[in-house]
């Protein structure tokens, strides 16, 4: 399996919402990432997590919280979202934090805060 | 922290020319530069990557340079098609395995 998978692929929600996004790899890859990637922008990085320990926060309004139940699963929870958080959320995974080496990406979740 | 510079911002290219797209970056730490493609809707994808003891890298229509000294690296594609119309991004390494991604290059390939 060589790929990072990630659920749902669409989400709508509203702002008093709570809602979940999924990311599961089963590579064996030690450092997963949460990007968020605004249309026609490159990915911006959210978290971190190596050996499922988060890493990297990078100043993310803790709306998003973000989880590592295990080394294969990654999780994104969302609370109380803004208009302005729509975007696609992708997940990615690598070999390791202490790399650098390349990431694989997932499909990434496309969601929209009405 | 680095700062990657990407351009030009949209490129159209006529199929069967070639296409460059140039980065540069400002951390001399940085020792490792991958290129993603994007297509529309879909997740970036890994085409390509040059570390800092490697000057050039091929793979078939592909390649990458690096100029270590001058901080710039390019992606040379050859014989376009119009499968490679997509949005390219450049990256850099930074603490760890964190990426800083350039700001993308559309491209155009015309039929």
């Known amino acids: 399996d060589t790929e990072v998978t990630q659920t749902p692929k669409h989400l709508v929600m509203g702002m008093t919402n709570k809602k979940s996004l999924k990311c599961e790899q089963h590579?064996?890859?030690?450092?997963m990432y949460w990007y968020k990637q605004k249309a026609k922008k490159p990915p911006e990085l959210m978290f971190v997590?190596?050996?499922?320990?988060?890493?990297i926060n990078e100043s993310v309004p803790s709306r998003f919280s973000p989880e590592c139940p295990n080394s294969s699963l990654l999780n994104l929870h969302l609370h109380a979202l803004q208009p302005e958080d729509s975007a696609l959320y992708l997940c990615?995974?690598?070999?390791?934090?202490?790399?650098?080496?390349?990431?694989?990406f997932g499909s990434g979740t496309r969601l929209t805060v009405v | 922290g680095e700062n990657v510079e990407q351009h030009p911002s949209t490129l159209s290219v006529q199929e069967g020319d070639s296409a460059v797209i140039k980065c540069t970056y400002s951390?001399?730490?940085?020792?490792?530069f991958p290129w993603y493609k994007q297509e529309l809707g879909k997740r970036p994808q890994l085409i390509i990557d040059?570390?800092?003891?490697?000057g050039e890298k091929k793979d078939q229509r592909i390649a990458v340079t690096l100029n270590k000294t001058a901080k710039h690296f390019s992606l040379h594609i050859t014989e376009t098609q119009p499968e490679d119309s997509a949005v390219y991004f450049c990256?850099?390494?930074?603490?760890?395995?964190?990426?800083?991604f350039g700001t993308g290059t559309s491209l155009t390939v015309i039929p």
């Open positions: 990615a995974s690598s070999q390791a934090e202490t790399g650098p080496y390349g990431y694989t």
């Open positions: 590579m064996g890859h030690r450092a």
């Open positions: 997590y190596s050996y499922e320990k988060l890493s």
């Open positions: 951390d001399s730490a940085s020792n490792y």
């Open positions: 040059i570390r800092s003891n490697v």
């Open positions: 990256a850099a390494s930074g603490t760890g395995n964190q990426f800083y």
